[in-house]
């Protein structure tokens, strides 16, 4: 099994870019998650999806950030507009059914907003 | 709320040295507790759980007792190795209703040899 799959790995992008994350879950899991990891604020959630539909997406800081999951295999997270304050390294994760607490986390996107 | 505190690192620690990392918890309910690891350049991996009070949870050396009087969760490994430098992040989840994991800030180690 390939594991979570995330891309691109590194970022640079310049303030005011567009900005798209992508994710490629296990295959079978059910859920998907998108979290944020910063020096600041630790590791916060930021949305999450059953069955490709986003079940809570109260984490999402803002409206310059959007999150899809066109089928059961892709997703993606949205910051359009991009601002220095957005530079984290955003993970995503899967897990089998509805399950919380067994989530397998990708190797993550750091991503630098100049 | 529900919240998790842990120890403030970085933690360094000589090969084979007595490892302590502590996490105390703030939940309404019995939440299930865990310890999460994440390696240089990877995501995080679970690495135990307790899911009720006096439960042990342990994996490749490291141990954790849901101690629900004092609301703690403290991650401990006997010898450590080199290997296990790495940043481990103490998280909780209650059992009922539809919330996430909540996650402490994380706490870094580093092994020296």
């Known amino acids: 099994d390939a594991g979570v799959i995330q891309s691109p790995r590194h970022e640079v992008t310049e303030m005011g870019q567009e900005v798209t994350l992508r994710c490629k879950p296990i295959?079978?899991?059910?859920?998907l998650f998108w979290y944020r990891q910063t020096m600041m604020r630790g590791l916060e959630l930021l949305i999450y999806f059953n069955n490709n539909v986003p079940i809570d997406d109260s984490g999402m800081p803002e409206d310059r950030f959007s999150a899809k999951m066109p089928n059961a295999s892709f997703s993606t997270l949205k910051i359009q507009p991009s601002e220095p304050r957005d530079s984290a390294v955003y993970f995503c994760?899967?897990?089998?059914?509805?399950?919380?607490?067994?989530?397998?986390f990708g190797p993550g996107t750091r991503l630098l907003v100049l | 709320g529900n919240s998790v505190t842990q120890m403030e690192g970085p933690v360094t620690l000589s090969e084979e040295a007595f490892l302590t990392i502590n996490c105390t918890y703030t939940a309404t309910g019995y939440p299930s507790l865990f310890w999460y690891v994440q390696y240089p350049g990877e995501g995080l991996q679970l690495l135990l759980k307790a899911t009720k009070a006096d439960d042990k949870g342990s994996n490749k050396g490291f141990e954790a007792t849901y101690r629900k009087e004092t609301t703690s969760f403290h991650l401990e490994k006997g010898s450590v190795q080199v290997s296990d430098s790495a940043v481990y992040f103490c998280a909780l989840l209650r059992n009922s209703g539809n919330t996430p994991l909540v996650f402490g800030k994380g706490t870094r180690l580093s092994v020296i040899a």
């Open positions: 295959s079978g899991h059910n859920s």
């Open positions: 994760a899967s897990s089998p059914g509805s399950s919380w607490e067994t989530q397998y």
